[in-house]
């Protein structure tokens, strides 16, 4: 996007927004990282060693080609062939449900605005709590990680659909269905094991951090941190034409400058989406469709995701989701927290009155690679979903919308999709990484 430089971006924003634009980002918003804890982070994000098959990283849904996410509304992870929208059902893997909500991005994660992580926040910074984090876990699982995005892997390895594999398929999917996580041969310490096996790894984590002498002194939670390093240094993103504006360098040309006027003026977009990530760390129900399987405690079937009332027991949170940043948001569709639309400016246009856009929701919106599954169960909760809407529609013109598209455009960062450190050659383990 092409920008303008000089004062004038200074009076623009003094003039029209007020103190509605946030500050300019600076190095003492986010995490200090060492670049060697970065760098064997990267091979183990792109390493399916951690998965109970050896068939899936990290970065199968998380990749840099489709803006960390996968590209897909409702991914597939153990079970699947292929990357991003060309991932397709393993025939002789066939998962069992899809993934039952959209692939987060990962942009600017290691900011320390970012206290609550997952679409319910289900993990977040709690310094009363023990290792001072609040999670589904008990207590005496957390200890050892160095931060919140630490520990979030907690769970993706965990996870049948995602990375564990089901229950009869491998050791790491069995010890999970007995429950047995931590200790030795739980769950974690198997993964452990893998990576300590392998001598190229056990010489990296030696290398990398301080308490570690020898390769069965590496954890799960030594994974975890060099993973959560790679990502905070490889996805930071503050250098958009929007961040240029922010510093007083530059203007954005139309209609990106009126949809930058209609975001933090009358389409009303600040109120959730505010401060510099562009997101209050909030949640609320705007009456994203679901789709999918749905989000259920384990051992239930059915398609009901009822969102942060799952975390609270309030039933003033059902239905919500957190307000996801808006960093590189043209790039991480599709969109809302089942994913149901695959376009931007079609999430736009059911925002701006979700109720009515739930009462004509199509589930062709959505990207989902052939299963044989109803994906349409989630949709008989529509009206329980916009019941919980409080948000009051507004009204834009076609013209307006296309403004804020644009405007939206202004906050994607080349330099933070491109990564620092990119999709290495290959890994320790040996087996294939997902390229795009």
């Known amino acids: ?98 993934i039952p909500r959209n692939a987060p991005a990962l942009f600017n994660l290691g900011a320390y605005e970012f206290t609550v992580l997952f679409h319910d926040g289900r993990i977040e910074v709690d310094p009363d709590r023990p290792g001072g984090l609040r999670t589904p876990l008990d207590a005496d699982m957390v200890t050892g990680f160095a931060s919140l995005l630490s520990a979030q892997t907690m769970f993706p390895v965990l996870s049948p659909d995602e990375m564990a594999g089901h229950y009869s398929e491998n050791e790491i999917s069995q010890a999970v269905r007995r429950g047995v996580i931590t200790g030795q041969g739980g769950a974690w310490d198997l993964i452990s094991q893998r990576v300590r096996d392998i001598p190229a790894y056990a010489d990296s984590f030696i290398a990398t951090y301080d308490h570690i002498d020898a390769p069965d002194q590496i954890t799960f939670a030594d994974i975890s941190n060099a993973i959560a390093a790679f990502m905070e240094f490889e996805w930071r993103s503050d250098n958009a034409p929007f961040d240029a504006v922010l510093r007083g360098e530059a203007t954005l040309p139309e209609p990106a400058a009126t949809g930058m006027n209609l975001f933090y003026g009358d389409a009303g977009c600040a109120s959730c989406h505010s401060g510099p990530f562009l997101t209050d760390h909030e949640f609320h129900a705007m009456g994203a469709p679901q789709i999918g399987p749905g989000k259920a405690a384990r051992f239930e079937s059915h398609a009901r995701d009822e969102g942060r009332f ?33 376009d931007l400016r079609s999430f736009i246009e059911a925002h701006l009155d979700p109720v009515a856009a739930l009462e004509t929701y199509d589930l062709t919106n959505a990207v989902l690679p052939a299963l044989p599954v109803d994906d349409t169960r989630g949709l008989a909760d529509s009206a329980a979903i916009a019941q919980a809407v ?39 383990s040996g087996l294939p990484i997902d390229q795009p």
């Open 390 to 428: 409080t948000y009051a529609p507004r009204r834009i013109t076609d013209a307006q919308i296309t403004s804020l598209v644009a405007f939206l455009d202004a906050l994607t960062d080349p330099a933070a999709i491109d990564g620092k450190l990119g999709i290495p050659d290959a890994v320790p």
């Open 1 to 98: 996007m092409r920008i303008v430089l000089g004062l004038a971006a200074i009076i623009v924003a003094d003039t029209a927004f007020g103190d509605a634009l946030p500050a300019p980002l600076t190095e003492a918003d986010f995490a200090p990282v060492r670049e060697i804890e970065a760098r064997l982070g990267q091979l183990l994000f792109y390493d399916p060693i951690l998965s109970g098959n050896r068939n899936v990283s990290c970065g199968t849904c998380h990749h840099p080609a489709f803006g960390t996410g996968d590209g897909l509304s409702l991914g597939i992870g153990d079970g699947g062939i292929g990357l991003g929208p060309k991932r397709v059902a393993d025939p002789d893997n066939m998962p069992e449900q899809r």
């Open 310 to 342: 799952r975390v609270t027991g309030d039933p003033a949170d059902l239905y919500a989701f957190r307000t996801p940043s808006l960093r590189n948001v043209a790039l991480t569709g599709p969109y809302g927290h089942a994913g149901g639309h695959r």
